[in-house]
């Protein structure tokens, strides 16, 4: 890497720890079928694995917790259905909980996916809405996905626009917190999280309760 690209890619770093900039990642993993048969029998268990975020928080090792709300705050005992469930996710260690709304859920023939943003946490009544309880900034979003594509299963997650939320009234009194999550704590987990989760939802990996 030549100086120039060293000193830009500091520059870059230092606009996403003052919240001003933000990163795209990608997590894959794939598994080929030996004919059409078995792989359309994984896609239908990888849909399944998918939906039933609960079953998240069994994967071995190093792993967060995955709860699925309703949208009064209500904890959820089955998938994964609709848009405007929650998902509180507990990262590993003394962390604060972080909160991420579905926004869309989209099912094809080959393909299942949903979509969450950071989201405050969820209210029976109305409450504090405007603090997103999340370390990265409300305009960031995973995409959950499998796919099949011939006798190839893969699934993803897909981060787009991940800020650190660490201005203004959206952070609330989380700011220094966000910033240490995000560059320390989650960074030093996020492709473990996700390497093992897109394993896991192809069949690579599976749960300690299996």
């Not at 520059?11 to 990642?25: N, P, R, T």
């Not at 990262?91 to 080959?110: I, K, Q, S």
């Amino acid at each position: 890497m030549g100086l120039k690209n060293i000193i830009n890619k500091i520059k870059e770093e230092a606009e996403v720890l003052k919240g001003d900039a933000s990163k795209d990642k990608v997590y894959s993993t794939e598994n080929t079928y030996p004919d059409a048969a078995s792989a359309r029998q994984g896609f239908e268990e990888s849909r399944r694995k998918l939906f039933d975020v609960n079953r998240w928080s069994d994967l071995p090792g190093i792993n967060s917790e995955f709860v699925l709300y309703d949208q009064h705050g209500n904890e959820m005992s089955g998938p994964l259905t609709m848009p405007g469930c929650y998902i509180r996710i507990n990262l590993p260690g003394p962390t604060p909980e972080n909160w991420v709304r579905v926004t869309d859920v989209h099912e094809e023939e080959n393909m299942a996916e949903f979509i969450v943003h950071p989201s405050e946490k969820p209210q029976p009544e109305p409450g504090n809405e405007n603090v997103t309880e999340h370390f990265f900034a409300k305009e960031a979003s995973s995409t959950f996905r499998v796919e099949l594509k011939g006798n190839k299963l893969t699934a993803y997650e897909i981060g787009k626009n991940e800020a650190i939320n660490n201005k203004g009234e959206e952070a609330g009194d989380r700011g220094l917190a966000n910033t240490l999550l995000a560059e320390g704590g989650w960074a030093g987990v996020q492709a473990l999280q996700w390497n093992k989760l897109t394993s896991y939802l192809v069949h690579q990996t599976e749960t300690k309760s299996n």
